[in-house]
């Protein structure tokens, strides 16, 4: 055998082990993007006594990930006493008030109390009614009781640009507002009747869980004021001026007597291969319309 045909067939088995090496190194990163893919967004919940917190900040919008963990903390004998801490402008009126609906449902059977930041604001404070006990700081901003709905109108502007806007819809009320036809009076007193019935249901949310708000807070309140957190303890909008360790207090007079507590995640990995094959083939639909609490 010539000494080229040795060196070909010695090329070739190394080729052959580096081929398999890397086959290796594949099926190793495709069995970790699998167990990634099943374990990344599972939440360990405790196995032994303890006081359970939670984190809400920034934009509260609709979570079924954050709703059927809030459902697990509920049915789970471990966790003897909630704490939420929240710092938020707000979000959508749907989002909070199933947050709300959440912390209802936990707190049949275990103390919550809410800690609020350095604002808790409109869905944020919706949020924080849902539970038993609510602790703010002096300059907390929070209130803004009340809903809206924004949108653009831009046929002006088309306009300018040469574009003339073509909307052809089953009637009139169908995708009002829309940013390619002018508002109507008919569709603006449509939409300010859906604002103001979606405001009744926050407020008298609010009504229903403070007790004791004197008429003139009433009125206040219905304005969708801000308020700091000194003033809303004089309004009853708030139990007590405090932080972490007023929190425990309270939960000890509730005898919760357990010094653990486990901070419980709440927000779902997007790093996962399923969010990102989501985010790929499913199209981003959360910028739609809504009714906002912020």
Same mark, same amino acid.
């Given at each position: 055998?010539?000494?080229?045909? $040795?060196?070909? @067939? $010695?090329?070739?088995?190394?080729?052959?082990?580096?081929?398999?090496?890397?086959?290796?190194?594949?099926? /190793?990163?495709?069995?970790?993007?699998?167990?990634?893919?099943?374990?990344?967004?599972?939440?360990?919940?405790?196995?032994?006594?303890?006081?359970?917190?939670?984190? $809400?900040?920034? /934009?509260?919008?609709?979570?079924?990930?954050?709703?059927?963990?809030?459902?697990?903390?509920?049915?789970?004998?471990?966790? =003897?006493?909630? %704490?939420?801490?929240?710092?938020?402008?707000?979000?959508?009126?749907?989002?909070?008030?199933?947050?709300?609906?959440?912390?209802?449902?936990?707190?049949?059977?275990?103390?919550?109390?809410?800690?609020?930041?350095?604002?808790?604001?409109?869905?944020?404070?919706?949020?924080?009614?849902?539970?038993?006990? #609510?602790?703010?700081?002096?300059?907390? @901003?929070?209130?803004?009781?009340?809903?809206?709905?924004?949108?653009?109108?831009?046929?002006?502007?088309?306009?300018?640009?040469?574009?003339?806007?073509?909307?052809?819809? +089953?009637?009139?009320?169908?995708?009002?507002? =829309?940013?390619?036809?002018?508002?109507? $009076? !008919?569709?603006?007193?449509?939409?300010?009747?859906?604002?103001?019935?979606?405001?009744?249901? /926050?407020?008298?949310?609010?009504?229903?869980?403070?007790?004791?708000?004197?008429?003139?807070?009433?009125?206040?309140?219905?304005?969708?004021?801000?308020?700091?957190?000194?003033?809303?303890?004089?309004?009853?909008?708030?139990? !007590?001026?405090?932080?972490?360790? +007023?929190?425990?207090?309270?939960?000890?007079?509730?005898? %919760?007597?357990?010094?653990?507590?486990?901070?419980?995640?709440?927000?779902?990995?997007?790093?996962?291969?399923? +969010?990102?094959?989501?985010? /790929?083939?499913?199209?981003? %639909?959360?910028?739609?319309?809504?009714?906002?609490? #912020?």
């Amino acid at each position: 055998m010539k000494r080229d045909d $040795i060196l070909d @067939i $010695i090329d070739r088995k190394l080729l052959l082990k580096k081929l398999t090496t890397w086959r290796l190194i594949a099926v /190793f990163c495709l069995l970790f993007l699998i167990i990634n893919l099943l374990f990344s967004n599972v939440i360990k919940l405790p196995s032994e006594p303890v006081i359970a917190q939670i984190n $809400i900040k920034g /934009f509260i919008d609709d979570d079924d990930f954050r709703s059927k963990k809030l459902l697990e903390i509920a049915d789970n004998k471990n966790i =003897h006493a909630l %704490i939420v801490r929240i710092d938020s402008q707000g979000g959508s009126f749907v989002g909070g008030e199933r947050l709300f609906n959440n912390l209802r449902k936990i707190s049949e059977n275990k103390p919550t109390v809410a800690i609020l930041g350095n604002i808790a604001a409109s869905a944020a404070y919706l949020t924080a009614i849902g539970t038993d006990y #609510i602790i703010a700081s002096q300059g907390t @901003i929070t209130g803004s009781v009340g809903v809206l709905l924004q949108t653009a109108e831009l046929t002006d502007l088309a306009s300018k640009l040469g574009i003339k806007p073509l909307l052809i819809k +089953s009637n009139k009320y169908k995708a009002a507002p =829309h940013f390619a036809e002018k508002i109507t $009076i !008919e569709q603006k007193q449509y939409l300010q009747n859906i604002i103001n019935e979606s405001n009744e249901i /926050f407020y008298g949310l609010v009504v229903n869980r403070r007790a004791n708000l004197t008429e003139e807070t009433k009125k206040e309140v219905k304005l969708g004021k801000i308020f700091i957190g000194k003033t809303a303890a004089q309004m009853n909008l708030i139990d !007590e001026l405090g932080d972490l360790e +007023s929190a425990k207090s309270w939960l000890k007079s509730k005898n %919760i007597n357990i010094s653990k507590i486990v901070e419980i995640n709440l927000e779902e990995n997007n790093n996962s291969i399923k +969010s990102l094959l989501k985010g /790929f083939f499913v199209p981003n %639909i959360n910028n739609s319309l809504k009714l906002l609490a #912020i």
